[in-house]
Nanobody, 116 residues
C-alpha cells in the first residue's frame, strides 16, 4: 500500500526558510519521479517542483525558481523541498505526489504559513 507522509511545515517569517520532507513507502521509490504541489483555498493545486527517480533532473514553477530546491534520498525513501526566501504568497498546503503503475498518490499535506 502506497503511503506518502509529509512533514516540516509551520509558521515562518517572510525571508525565512523551511524544509519539507515526504516519507514514501509501499512502492519502489527510486523508480518513480516525485512532485511537490501546493494549494490555497479557492485555487487549483499548483505544481511546485518535480524530480526524476534518480534525482538527475529537476524542474520548478517560475514562481519558486531560485528559491526552492527539490531533492531526494533514495536510501531513505524520502523527498525534500528546501524553501528559502519565503514570501507570504508561498502560504499554502504543500503535498507530495507520485504517479506509479498503480495510479496517482498524494500525501495528506503540510501547512506552510509565511507571515510576520
Amino acid at each position: 500500500q502506497v503511503q506518502l507522509v509529509e512533514s516540516g511545515g509551520g509558521l515562518v517569517q517572510p525571508g525565512g526558510s523551511l524544509r519539507l520532507s515526504c516519507a514514501a513507502s509501499g512502492f519502489t521509490f527510486s523508480t518513480y519521479a516525485m512532485k511537490w504541489y501546493r494549494q490555497t483555498p479557492g485555487k487549483q493545486r499548483e505544481l511546485v517542483a518535480h524530480i526524476t527517480g534518480t534525482g538527475s533532473i529537476t524542474n520548478y514553477a517560475d514562481s519558486v525558481k531560485g528559491r526552492f530546491t527539490i531533492s531526494r534520498d533514495n536510501a531513505k525513501n524520502t523527498v525534500y523541498l528546501q524553501m528559502n526566501s519565503l514570501k507570504p504568497e508561498d502560504t499554502a498546503v504543500y503535498y507530495c505526489s507520485t504517479l506509479t503503475l498503480g495510479g496517482v498518490y498524494w500525501g495528506q499535506g503540510t501547512q506552510v504559513t509565511v507571515s510576520s
